[in-house]
């Protein structure tokens, strides 16, 4: 029996945004019941709570300061080792099949003399990935990598230019015009497309082709692009939420009083402004929850199949996000900053092992980093997850009922620098910086040039008060400090040469032949006689 | 005109052994002469004060922490840019002739599907230099690298298993028995071959070779391994110095009184026993001033040679070392900790513009780094210096006679974990990190898991009282861990996009079709009208 990874992954999916999660009224039966066969980690964080720099931590896992690609679209550097470097030596191959947000570092391609057409090539501009189906949303064809969804868009009939967006993203008013769904009045009505041929369906379908032929082992990354923007649904789930659903905005008017800068900013853009209107909520939120739907939906018609195939028993199951969404929250459209419903994410583990029966439906608190990820899958491939280059740790432990000694607090990380917010604050390039620390309480987040945030979440679960500069907690605070920069210094580059190693060096220069500090050959025969050199 | 560039490099020179850097009896007229041309920088450090690490810097432009091969032979992880890297797309070959220690990532390089034999796998493996020859000491061939010097050896009449150290690094008693160079009590007498054969003239007939045949433009480092060990030199020049022209130590007793543990760890290790004995120093030293003495002379016929051929006047010079020696100055030998004997060097830099004459013969106190040397040659050779892997500064400013606002502090970094120092302290691998920072005044080392030490190198510039405890000097400690700090968390691995790219980008949703927070069609296309997002 193979065993196979199967690594789901939604886009801007809150933490919250799930029944088994608390939501008061959205439905989520089938991503539920994968709950209750496995582990839902109930404090998972992403790396970046923007999507490129988030995936590449997922993929990497590293940290967004290790692997540099702190933006989306900011090439990940050639030589970072990715999830498909680290499977491939235990022979498992590493799929995509939708979205990664992957900009490969063709400049460093070129200068290793990397043919991107060769097998080596096409993997590392793919972020580690061989593509069954890459689906990045916009301009799904005609751009930087293969998909074949707008062809089969239009082999089905919807055609034009851009299918994806014409159809799988509009709608259209009672004379049959175009209605985009980027345009959030929209949201209320059904994209063009029956559900079956709209994204989420298509790489479902898509997913399920793929294990159908692929014999094993595979980690298999299902990506949807949904329920990100543009936020429209397809019938029937356009209408199965409506405004009485969403819960009320967390906020307060304190918040727009004299906030720190950074969020001041972030309040004033233009999608910040947009949410906070409840006009906008309203319309836009139950698309949202539509689209959770019709993908809690396509994971049970998936599960179903899986388990008639007889791969319920051999398949590691992730579910998770790569970053949340604000929906008016805080004042705030989007991401990007490190509130629950922007940092945190759904996160729910399944292993078929024996060994994990004991966890089945629990909720584990452990301060989970999505670069545990990569760890967690070598280790169930089979492989030693302590290399050099990886910075997360293995959840099977977790999964098995072992109660490691865990990480003190969870570390995320944003970059403005190509924001408006960086314009308004003025603030150089290299010092938009934000690095929040999390000890499962408090929330610490630094801001390279203004005060730090701080917020109780014992106290105040819905962070509405800002403490970064209440002078009773000074201390705190430093300690906070002191974390992070004990976390800055410490060594994120030296990826090449694992801790074992290093140890086993010691007294390889007699090995070699190299003699520094010696007299004369008594001394000399004596080290050679007790290996030991003294240095 | 072609502009090419020496780059010289000597291995464990002190920055205070030459005749213009004050040296009491050593004289050393050929690198004098250089400085009459050019500028001596009399404060430049290395990023670490020994090879491996020292070299990737210079060579990279990047400090350990950021390029993360901390110890000698931790391989430089493969998509490291490099001076080839950065000179290639100018049209500047870039050569070896000598030592590097550099340590290719083979994993890495077969992960990528690079092959050693390409090109390109060639370059990446050596460092980014293509190799005219290779010499890094021992094992001079039949390891990982090329070298003809044994091959050369052979072809003079000195054979053997290894001639590199039976004749170049060895001499014999009066019975004709081997003296092997390694063991200091040997160093008094001469080298078995004669000067002209020994590596240093070796490495400079090499290198005339190359640049006779090389046409240009070309950046040629010519990489000399000694003064380093084994500290055995050619007659005349074992006897040029004798204990008399040996500078007395530069140490204490106070500094064997309670010393700072990692401090009085490397004085417990057999290298630093050993120059803490005089009989040691009064052998080895003036060895070692031989050594250098022959570097001279045959600086001094290459310069002879490159006048008479006419690349006097198009040739950019840099004469420096790797790192220094501590020859028992602080009961120390080796390198490895930061006085000035270990982490400063020579730094000389000719350059032939007309626009530097007004230099020329003057000396700088400008805090410069090793890592300035790529920059420097990359705008020298019309490139432009900005690139975001760089981390260090081009000198052609300070050699023009600007003075631009330079860095606040330099900054080295080592990595103990290697050494049986790291056994005696009972430190974790991953903390076996001590970082200086220096400002020109205050030297501060930053020893992960202890104190710092501090230096007052105006009150004190023998360095011999550690202030790193001193109650009186806490503010000033704050205030360079704040400075430690900032630079840790600095982006260093951002380094496929630059800062311009980074403001450029802002806007780009617009122009890539993303519309994200609009409300419709009007807000939309006063948008697309202004090109303002709004986020």
Redesign the interface.
């Known amino acids: 029996m193979s065993r196979n990874i199967l690594f789901i992954m939604c886009d801007q999916l809150r933490f919250d945004y799930l029944g088994c999660a608390g939501h008061p009224s959205l439905r989520t039966p089938n991503i539920d019941a994968l709950a209750a066969r496995g582990v839902r980690f109930d404090r998972a964080y992403v790396q970046s709570p923007i999507c490129g720099p988030s995936r590449m931590s997922f993929y990497t896992g590293r940290y967004v300061?290790?692997?540099?690609?702190?933006?989306n679209?900011?090439?990940?550097?050639?030589?970072?080792?990715t999830l498909g470097?680290h499977l491939a030596p235990l022979n498992m191959r590493t799929v995509l099949c939708g979205k990664t947000h992957m900009a490969a570092?063709t400049?460093?391609m070129a200068?290793?003399?990397?043919?991107p057409a060769?097998?080596?090539?096409r993997r590392?501009a793919e972020g580690g990935f061989e593509v069954w189906d890459r689906l990045d949303g916009?301009?799904p064809t005609g751009g930087k990598t293969p998909s074949h969804y707008n062809d089969y868009l239009r082999s089905k009939g919807f055609g034009g230019e851009n299918p994806w967006h014409d159809w799988a993203n509009s709608a259209e008013d009672e004379d049959g015009n175009l209605l985009?769904g980027?345009?959030?009045?929209n949201t209320n009505h059904p994209a063009r497309l029956p559900a079956e041929h709209t994204e989420t369906a298509y790489t479902t379908s898509r997913a399920i082709e793929f294990i159908e032929q692929a014999g094993g082992p595979w980690c298999l990354h299902l990506s949807y692009i949904k329920p990100h923007?543009p936020y429209i649904a397809p019938a029937p789930y356009h209408d199965m939420y409506g405004p009485e659903d969403v819960p009320p905005p967390v906020r307060s008017d304190a918040e727009r009083t004299a906030p720190h800068p950074v969020f001041g900013a972030y309040q004033d853009?233009?999608?910040?402004?947009?949410?906070a209107r409840d006009e906008?909520r309203d319309r836009v939120i139950p698309a949202y929850m539509g689209l959770i739907a019709q993908i809690d939906d396509e994971i049970g018609r998936l599960m179903r199949w899986l388990e008639a195939e007889g791969h319920a028993d051999d398949t590691l199951i992730v579910f998770t996000s790569d970053h949340g969404d604000y929906l008016g929250d805080h004042w705030l459209?989007?991401k990007e900053l490190f509130h629950d419903a922007s940092a945190r994410v759904p996160m729910i583990l399944v292993d078929p092992s024996p060994a994990a029966d004991a966890t089945r439906g629990s909720v584990n608190d452990a301060l989970v980093e999505a670069i545990d990820l990569v760890p967690t899958f070598v280790e169930y491939a089979g492989g030693n997850p302590d290399h050099p280059a990886l910075e997360g740790r293995s959840l099977l432990p977790l999964l098995q009922g072992q109660t490691p000694e865990w990480r003190p607090v969870a570390i995320s990380e944003y970059?403005y620098?190509?924001?408006?917010v960086?314009?308004v604050l003025n603030q150089p390039?290299?010092d938009c910086?934000m690095?929040m620390l999390f000890d499962g309480r408090w929330k610490y987040i630094?801001c390279?040039g203004f005060r730090p945030m701080l917020f109780d979440l014992r106290e105040d679960p819905d962070e509405l008060r800002d403490l970064g500069d209440d002078p009773d907690l000074a201390d705190l605070r430093a300690g906070f400090h002191d974390h992070?920069?004990t976390w800055?210094?410490?060594?994120?580059?030296?990826?090449?040469?694992s801790?074992t190693s290093?140890?086993a060096?010691?007294g390889?220069e007699l090995r070699?032949?190299?003699?520094?500090?010696?007299?004369?050959?008594t001394?000399?025969a004596e080290?050679l006689e007790t290996g030991e050199?003294?240095?």
């Open positions: 300061r290790s692997h540099g690609s702190s933006w679209n900011f090439p990940l550097r050639v030589g970072e080792m470097d570092d400049e460093g200068r290793c003399g990397i043919d060769s097998t080596a090539g590392i916009l301009h985009s980027w345009l959030m009045e923007w853009l233009r999608f910040s402004r947009a949410f906008v459209g989007e970059d620098s190509v924001r408006k960086r314009e390039v290299q910086r690095t630094h390279e992070l920069c800055a210094r410490a060594p994120h580059n030296r990826t090449t040469i801790d290093v140890m060096r010691r390889g070699k032949g190299i003699f520094i500090g010696y007299w004369n050959e001394e000399r080290a050199s003294g240095n």
